[in-house]
C-alpha cells in the first residue's frame, strides 16, 4: 500500500481537489459538490490536506463522532485476529465490552490475553475444510457482527518489466483475500450462526481494489495480484450484499485505511502528510463504519479514514 502512497505524494500539487476545481456554470457546480461530498479522494495527501482545510471532525478526531455503545454483549467474529489490524480490532471490542469470538490459523499471546469469548484456531481461510469446520466449533451461540479481516499482501513490486510476477503469489492473495471470506461468510450462514434481521457483515478489503483509483494510486501499474485480489473481494462483497438483502443481513465494504506501525516505519516522513493513525485511532474508525452497515448502506465500499464511498 505505502508503494502507490510514494506515488500519490509526488502528484500532490497536480491533482489536490480535482473533483471541486473543474467546475462549469451551475450544474457543473452542483455535480462536483455532490461527487466531492459523496467519494473520498484517490490522492491521499490531498485526501488529508482537504480534511485539515475543512477541519473534518470526522477524519482528523474519531472520538468526537465515535459511539461504541452498539458493541456491548455483541457477538463480534474477527478473522486474522491474532496480529495486526485484526488484533487492534479484538483489543477495541474487549474494551467496548463485546464478546470476541476469533477465527484464527494460531493465536498469539495477545489475543489470548484478551480473554476472548472463543478462539477458533486452524482455520485458514484458504481450507474448505478448515471453513467448513467453524460451525462445529463455535460453542457460545450467533455471531452478530462477522469482520472478515484476515488478507495478505506479497511484498516485491509486480511488474511484466523485468519478469517481475509471481502468479503463484497472485493465486494466493485471489484465494485469501477474494475467496476465504466467501468460505467463513457461507460457513457461517450455513450453520445458523447468522441471524436474520440481525446479524451483519464486514468485509476488510482495501482501496487497492478500486479500479478507479488506479490511475492516481498506481500510475505506472504494478501491484496486480494484491490489487486484482481486492477487486475480486469488492464483487464478492457486494454479491454477498444482494444476496443476504432478503435475509435482512446487511454486508459493508470497508477499507481500514492507513496506519503507523513498524512496517510502515520508513516511511515516516509522509506519515504526517498522508494522515496515518496509531492502530487504536485504525480500530475506532473501523467499528464506527461497522457501526453504520445496515439494510440502507448494505453493498457500499467505505473509506474508514473519512467515511466517504469509494468509487468502484
Ligand atoms: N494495514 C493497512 O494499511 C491496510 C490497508 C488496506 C487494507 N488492509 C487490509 O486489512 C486487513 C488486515 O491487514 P493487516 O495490515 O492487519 O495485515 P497483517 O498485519 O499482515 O495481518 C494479516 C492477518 O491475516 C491473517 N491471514 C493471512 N493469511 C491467512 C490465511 N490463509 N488464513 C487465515 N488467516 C490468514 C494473518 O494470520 P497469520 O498470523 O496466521 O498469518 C493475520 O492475522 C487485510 O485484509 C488487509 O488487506 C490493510
Ligand atoms: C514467488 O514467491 C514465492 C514466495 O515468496 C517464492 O518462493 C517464489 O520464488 C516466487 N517466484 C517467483 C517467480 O518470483
Ligand atoms: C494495528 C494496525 O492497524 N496494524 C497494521 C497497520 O499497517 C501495517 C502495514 O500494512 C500492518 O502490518 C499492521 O498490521
Redesign the pocket.
Known sequence: ?FRTVLFAFALVSTTAFTPTTRVFGIRGVHTTLRMASRYSLPDQPARFAKAKAEKNARHLDIDSCYDPAFLAGKRVAV?????????SLAKELTAQGAKVVG????S?PELDALNPDEVITG????SDEACASIGGKVKNGPIDILIN?????YEPVEKIEGGELNFSEEMKMI???AV?PLRVTSALYNANLLTKEKSTIAM?????GSIDWRTTQNPDGGDYG?HMS?AAANMMGVLVAQEMRKFGIACGIL?????K?E??AKYAKIWEVEGAVDAEV?AKRVLHEVGRINMETTGKFINCEDGLEIPW
Do not use: W
Open positions: 500500500m478473522t486474522g485476529a491474532n496480529r495486526g489490524i485484526g488484533l477465527l484464527v490459523r494460531k498469539s482455520i485458514d481461510v484458504t479481516n484476515a488478507g495478505y499482501f484465494d485469501i483475500c476465504g476488510i478489503t482495501s482501496q487497492g494484491h481486492k477499507h481500514p485505511g492507513f496506519n506501525t512496517m510502515t485504525g
